[in-house]
């Protein structure tokens, strides 16, 4: 089969919504996808783009999908790349596209001067975990992700 990594493109934003669908079942998470295409065109695609994506194609089929941010470090003074989706169909596990999107992204992060690529993973996911050692990530056991979503965030943010 031939692997192809692309910049997603306006046209691919259904493809990157179906396969972000099919990340949140694999995680069991699918109730909390609210994102439609248009959230997909505006956010990634639009007049200020707040995140980028690749799209793994094995013989011009979508495959897989990573999306990423820039974040900051203030130890470091220096931007990062933050991966917050990495995503490969379950058929096409185990040929090296997870793999290829990594070095892929890592690639964007070298040649823009980031200090850090980093990312999160469910602790349940052994395998990704394996995956992510296996290509010299270092998971880290001292940090936890915070979160304020929907009402508790309307609080929050309320004058």
Same mark, same amino acid.
């Given at each position: 089969m031939s692997l192809q990594i692309e910049s997603a493109r306006l046209e691919?934003?259904? +493809? $990157? !919504?179906? /396969? +972000?669908?099919? !990340?949140? %079942?694999? =995680? *069991? /998470?699918?109730? /909390? &996808? &609210?994102?439609? =295409?248009?959230?997909?065109r505006r956010e990634l695609f639009g007049e200020r783009p707040l995140a980028e994506a690749l799209i793994a194609? =094995? @013989?011009?089929?979508?495959?897989g999908f990573a999306l990423f941010i820039h974040n900051f470090s203030t130890f470091l003074g220096r931007r990062g790349l933050y991966l917050e989706d990495l995503f490969v169909v379950p058929?096409?596990?185990?040929?090296?596209c997870g793999k290829a999107l990594m070095?892929? &992204?890592a690639q964007r992060a070298v040649a823009r001067g980031c200090a850090r690529f980093e990312w999160s993973v469910l602790d349940w996911n052994r395998s990704a975990i394996d995956f992510y050692r296996a290509i010299g990530a270092d998971v880290l056991? @001292?940090?936890? $992700?915070? *979160? &304020? %979503?929907g009402p508790a /965030?309307? *609080?929050l943010g309320a004058a």
């Open positions: 691919d934003s259904a +493809v $990157i !919504l179906q /396969l +972000v669908r099919a !990340l949140a %079942t694999f =995680e *069991r /998470l699918e109730h /909390l &996808v &609210v994102a439609d =295409e248009a959230d997909v194609r =094995e @013989d011009g089929a979508a495959v058929p096409a596990r185990g040929r090296g070095r892929a &992204v056991p @001292d940090w936890r $992700i915070c *979160r &304020v %979503t /965030l309307a *609080r």
